[in-house]
């Protein structure tokens, strides 16, 4: 499928999004500002524009789609097995951090020009030396799984019961468990 596209003294001026539609569905185009670069594409843009990669970000559908992304691709960078499709990360997928039990936050904030949420969605092995098998994961709270870092469920109740979690070098302001969170309910 072509997507139409305007010049502009024979540049590309505007694109149009895959999902981007006016209100009676006809496809809009959009300049091209609006959309990231990719070299594999023909018009050397992504297909959607930043708009809505950002709203696929605050769905169910999208955040299981970049976690399982997301575990390939570290996967193959430390050489470990990732053997888990769509279907397990939905399946392990609850309503609520399987550590903390916290409710997660679908939104995105922008901070220092990254899209950063400490109360997302966040993949995690329960067994960090194992890799990303059916079994071995677990969905929790993004500034849970950087607190965890490499170590068990078990050590980090430990570190959050001695108070060391925020106080870690490699743990930033955001990834701090949220103002008001009641640790007495983590921790057990």
């Given at each position: 499928m072509?997507?139409?596209f305007?010049?502009?003294?024979?540049?590309?001026?505007?694109?149009?999004?895959?999902?981007?539609?006016?209100a009676?569905?006809r496809?809009?185009?959009?300049?091209?500002?609006?959309?990231?670069?990719?070299s594999?594409?023909?018009?050397?843009?992504?297909?959607?524009c930043?708009n809505?990669?950002?709203?696929?970000?605050?769905t169910?559908?999208?955040?299981?789609?970049?976690m399982?992304?997301?575990?390939r691709w570290?996967?193959?960078?430390?050489?470990?097995?990732?053997?888990?499709?769509?279907?397990?990360?939905?399946?392990?997928?609850?309503?609520?951090?399987?550590?903390?039990g916290?409710?997660?936050d679908?939104?995105?904030?922008?901070v220092?020009?990254?899209l950063?949420?400490?109360?997302?969605?966040?993949?995690?092995?329960?067994?960090?030396?194992?890799g990303?098998?059916?079994?071995?994961i677990?969905?929790?709270?993004?500034?849970?799984?950087q607190?965890?870092?490499?170590?068990?469920?078990?050590q980090?109740?430990?570190?959050?019961?001695?108070?060391?979690?925020?106080q870690?070098r490699?743990?930033?302001?955001w990834?701090?468990?949220p103002?008001?969170?009641?640790?007495?309910?983590?921790?057990g």
């Amino acid at each position: 499928m072509s997507r139409k596209f305007r010049e502009r003294a024979g540049k590309v001026v505007a694109a149009e999004c895959t999902l981007c539609s006016d209100a009676e569905g006809r496809a809009v185009l959009r300049p091209l500002a609006d959309f990231q670069r990719d070299s594999k594409d023909p018009l050397g843009i992504q297909s959607r524009c930043r708009n809505c990669r950002r709203g696929a970000a605050r769905t169910r559908n999208g955040r299981i789609r970049r976690m399982l992304h997301d575990a390939r691709w570290n996967a193959a960078r430390v050489g470990r097995q990732c053997v888990i499709a769509y279907e397990d990360i939905d399946r392990a997928f609850g309503d609520r951090c399987a550590v903390t039990g916290l409710p997660f936050d679908m939104g995105v904030t922008v901070v220092g020009g990254r899209l950063m949420n400490h109360n997302a969605p966040s993949l995690d092995r329960r067994d960090a030396t194992r890799g990303y098998v059916a079994g071995n994961i677990q969905v929790v709270l993004s500034w849970v799984n950087q607190a965890k870092g490499r170590g068990t469920q078990r050590q980090f109740k430990r570190r959050l019961r001695l108070g060391a979690v925020g106080q870690t070098r490699h743990i930033e302001r955001w990834q701090r468990p949220p103002q008001g969170t009641a640790l007495r309910s983590i921790i057990g």
